[in-house]
């Protein structure tokens, strides 16, 4: 339902209501009695009750029956003035003016009701006024014990989100998602049906009320940043970013001094339609409806309504409204992304006719000002790929000189410094000798491609009978340890069990920071669970390096296995589809030897990625058998959507103390700058 609940939707069928705006009210009205003394008793309601027995409310007069008292609406004081200021439209369908009283540049407020009858003040509007208000309630909700332990979630969490809030959701989400889809991955369906793992893990959160901002605004939503990006459709509804899960315009209706409207909230470019347009802060947008992107139904004209009516009534109000723009995929071309793009306003509208010979709605937003870069970021890397436009303080376009079949660019634009200091560029790990487990182990005997399930891939039931990733080689959830098929076993090169054994997939670009020497980011937007490249180096021996410990002092290039890592929950809950938690495999990691990389002399990009107490990148112990002999390699994961040009880092640990005294021990100061951040690292 688009209003969001039942009473905030417009009676079925068309109503002019244009034709209220002629009629002049009466002075005074007097009410008519009946001229039976055995008549019905007269009834006199308020428009939004309470109502007596046998009295129902009609059109507008609609309201929930516990809905609160709007007598008491406590800014019926307050002066109501249009938006401070906005575009005038060149070309416009607009209908005759109305005055709205409480629809502002900010949340809708008092206008508007909450789904579970709450009332929405306007003194919690956008910016510092909503923040200050936030603070003096959040303790109130969550100290009067309304929590849900279930879903971890609180009601207030719920209605207003934040960063934390919007990344748990978000994280809980895909682990979900990928856990459906490696269950349907197992199945043997019919062809042509199409699996939506993604549109059933959505409903089962929204379901469990795992979910966040529900509460529909206009502007910001509280946790989302300009520039995060979105593999689903689901995810922007379940974080209160974009409702609607099928279509393009989300809008809510307010309810002003003489009817209801619809406001425009956000809007979804996807490419469904001919939006377009040379400048990158400028969206042409194409109404919805009229079945303009449908191959299997007949076009029609573009109707003024539902969306449609909530762009033009927005166009009127300068409100502003919420972009997300949907792109192909680098890594997947099937499969889309989504970054949400800010804040816009919409300029003009006007009709036209499409390809289709219709109607069809044009509108034209404006990004506004002040913002930081989203999509521009995106075309500027597309022209560099493309090569129309060079890459400022690029040094090296491939500092792996094709080790690697995909390039890695050196860039620096802070300062004068040419490249790091030299190193042999390898993309595996090198043992030193050979690191034989106790108990032998084999490859699988599969002639042709794995399959999940089957009894007699030895791979497979190493993995608990299932394969570690999804079909397009996502990985599913963290494990002890992951079995890949590896040179040894006789399936296929292209079978699904060698994701961390393709090389790097995802272009990425080493450059130079301010303060914290060389660093890693991507290109590409980088999906949760993707495999992004393996910590190569040497294998050294602990007690060798325990001796050259005085030698390697200022050597950062070392991953130990050995040092304790922050926990983090990034597996999916089985309580959320009836599963046994037998089901759900533990996350701690079990390496049969301490196993140290040494990629001071050699190595490949992961030398790089620097230390984060809040990383984006995580690890995972691979295993896979190489000329009869089985190694461990250490495969870095995307922990959660990585946006393009964003950097790259992972979680260092802290070195064990064999004397039970960390201070025994060189720690470095950490410059991650998160709000978590512990102050050290090593």
Known sequence: MEGGSDYNTVPQ????????????????????????????????????????????????????????????????????????????????????????????????????????????????????????????????????????????????????????????????????????????????????????????????????????????????????????????????????????????????????????????????????????????????????????????????????????????????????????RGMKDAISPNSKVYVYDGLYRIQESWMEKGKSGCNMFKYKLVRMPGQPGAFSVWKLIQKWKDGLSSRVGLILPDLTSGAESTPVSLVNDVDDEKGPAYFTYFPRVKYTKSFRLTEPSFGCNCRSACLPGNPNCSCMQKNGGDFPYTANGILVSRKPMIYECGPSCPCTSSCKNRVSQTGLRVHLEVFKTKDKGWALRTWDPIRAGTFICEYAGEVVDKVKSRQDGEEGENDDYVFDTTRVYDSFKWNYEPGLIDEDDCNNSTEEYDIPFPLIISSKNGGNVARFMNHSCSPNVFWQPVMFEQNNETFVHIAFFAMRHIPPMTELAYDYGIARSDEGNSDSHRKSKCLCGSPRCRGYFG
């Open 13 to 324: 069928g068309l109503i002019d209501k244009t034709k209220v705006l002629e009629v002049k009210p009466f002075r005074s009205l007097y009410p008519v009695l009946p001229s039976s003394p055995e008549g019905p008793a007269f009834v006199c309601a308020p428009p939004y009750g309470p109502f007596p027995a046998g009295f129902s409310p009609f059109y507008p007069f609609i309201a929930p029956q516990n809905g609160p008292d709007l007598s008491q609406n406590n800014h019926s004081n307050q002066a109501h003035t249009p938006p401070a200021s906005f575009a005038a439209p060149i070309r416009s369908f607009r209908s005759p003016e109305i005055n709205f009283s409480d629809v502002s540049n900010g949340d809708v407020g008092s206008s508007v009701w909450r789904k579970k009858g709450g009332r929405v003040p306007n003194s919690q509007g956008s910016g510092s006024r909503q923040k200050k208000a936030k603070k003096s309630s959040v303790s109130d909700l969550v100290a009067s014990g309304s929590k849900d332990f279930a879903v971890g979630i609180s009601s207030y969490e719920r209605d207003e989100g934040n960063t934390e809030v919007v990344n748990s959701v978000l994280i809980r989400f895909d682990a979900l998602r990928r856990r459906l889809s490696q269950i349907e991955d197992a199945k043997e369906s019919p062809a042509g049906i199409i699996k939506r793992a993604d549109l059933k893990a959505g409903n089962i959160l929204l379901t469990k009320g795992v979910r966040t901002n529900m509460r529909k605004r206009v502007g910001t939503v509280p946790g989302v940043e300009i520039g995060d990006i979105f593999f689903f459709r689901m995810e922007l509804c379940v974080i209160g970013l974009h409702s609607q899960s099928m279509a393009g315009i989300d809008y809510m209706i307010s309810r002003g001094d003489l009817e209801e409207e619809p406001v425009a909230l956000s809007i979804v470019s996807s490419g469904g339609y001919d939006d377009d347009a040379e400048d990158s802060d400028i969206l042409v947008y194409t109404g919805q409806g009229g079945n303009a992107n449908k191959k299997d139904k007949q076009s029609s004209d573009q109707k003024l309504e539902r969306g449609n009516l909530a762009l033009e009534r927005s166009l009127r109000r300068g409100n502003e409204v919420r972009v997300i």
